[in-house]
């Protein structure tokens, strides 16, 4: 049996637990007497836009697969194929129950127009998901496969095809009750991935190429509050997410080659946790160590004091002492650095 679903865009916007590390137009105005060189500045521009590219992508599918899970996997809404196909996803499962394993989800994207922190990429392709349950007593903890066949990104002037396996295997999920007054609802993930990106550029007729290679494990906490709550009121209670409460932490290591060839890591020295201003995902914490070549660098980010609804990203070549700051950019150009 198979179940389709066309959503639009307006009902996408949502969607519990997407977690984007956030974004913005311009570089910012920080920086220390001793910058960085350009190609310096560029090479981890370009690897701070791959993560967050990475992350924005995976975050938005397990989101919109949580939201599948806890709907039972019962696709509602059917609309014709033919119909215009486009700004859409049409989602398919073949075992829409809550007892039949695996089951393979296939997100299909027909210039689906996304948008977070003031800039928009659009979508294009197809991403098949296997979903196993190893524990059949606790429907939660499943593990997903989830395979990218030229799965198309674009943003800016820049077009990003990515191909590649990812698993996610939920390990633990804990659930915890202050009375009736508020919920907590932890979730730890291990996540591995191999991935390939082919990086295009309007106006360029070269294309840059990078692999990444994670091992990661994400913990995130989501609250909820008894917007009804009275004591002893055991039949007016209704629980609200609190999104602004919820935080998204990462630790773990990410390995590949670079668009030149050179192979590098990236290790979460200190956790990175995501917290949410007015809206706007943020790193509001966190440091990694960047080794490529030769070159070590250390990378922290904070919520900018100036733009609390951005990331403020500071770049320190641990060679030299030089540093640089900008904050993040979701959309930014990928740009040649030799």
């Known amino acids: ?90 989602i398919t499962v073949d075992h829409p129950d809550t007892t039949t394993f695996p089951k393979v989800v296939t997100l299909t994207y027909y210039s689906y127009r996304d ?6 990429i659009i979508k294009n392709g197809k991403i098949t998901v296997t979903v196993t349950s190893a524990n059949p007593t606790h429907r939660k903890l499943i593990s997903r496969a989830f395979i990218f066949n030229n799965f198309a990104l674009t943003t800016d002037s820049t077009t990003i095809i990515l191909n590649g396996t990812r ?33 295009a550029t309007t106006g360029k007729t070269d294309t840059l190429r990078f692999t990444r290679n994670v091992n990661k494990v994400r913990t995130a906490v989501s609250h909820f509050r008894n917007a009804f709550y009275r004591p002893g009121d055991l039949l007016h209670f209704f629980f609200r997410h609190i999104a602004s409460s919820d935080t998204i932490t990462y630790t773990g290591t990410v390995t590949g080659v670079n668009e030149k060839s050179n192979n590098y890591s990236k290790a979460i ?38 733009h609390k609804h951005f990331t403020l990203v500071t770049i320190t070549n641990n060679l030299t002492g030089k540093s640089k700051s900008f904050d993040r950019r979701f959309g930014r150009i990928f740009r040649r650095w030799w």
């Open 1 to 90: 049996m198979e179940t389709r679903k066309f959503i639009l865009k307006p009902f996408l916007f949502i969607i519990a637990g997407a977690l984007f590390l956030s974004s913005c137009k311009k570089e910012s105005s920080t920086s220390t007497e001793n910058p960085l060189t350009s190609q310096q500045t560029i090479q981890v521009q370009n690897s701070d836009a791959q993560d967050a590219i990475a992350e924005k992508t995976e975050e938005d599918i397990d989101s919109k697969l949580d939201e599948l899970q806890n709907n039972n996997y019962a696709v509602a809404g059917m609309r014709s194929y033919l119909s215009n196909l486009t700004d859409t996803v049409v």
């Open 115 to 120: 948008s977070s922190a003031n800039e928009t």
């Open 167 to 199: 698993e996610v295997n939920r390990q633990k999920e804990t659930v915890r009750f202050n009375g009736l007054q508020s919920v907590r609802i932890s979730v730890t993930d291990n996540i591995t991935a191999a991935t390939t990106w082919a990086v």
């Open 269 to 306: 020295t200190s956790p990175l946790t995501v917290t949410e201003f007015r809206g706007s995902l943020v790193v509001s914490s966190g440091t990694i160590t960047y080794v490529v070549g030769t070159d070590s660098y250390e990378i922290t980010f904070k919520m900018d004091p100036l």
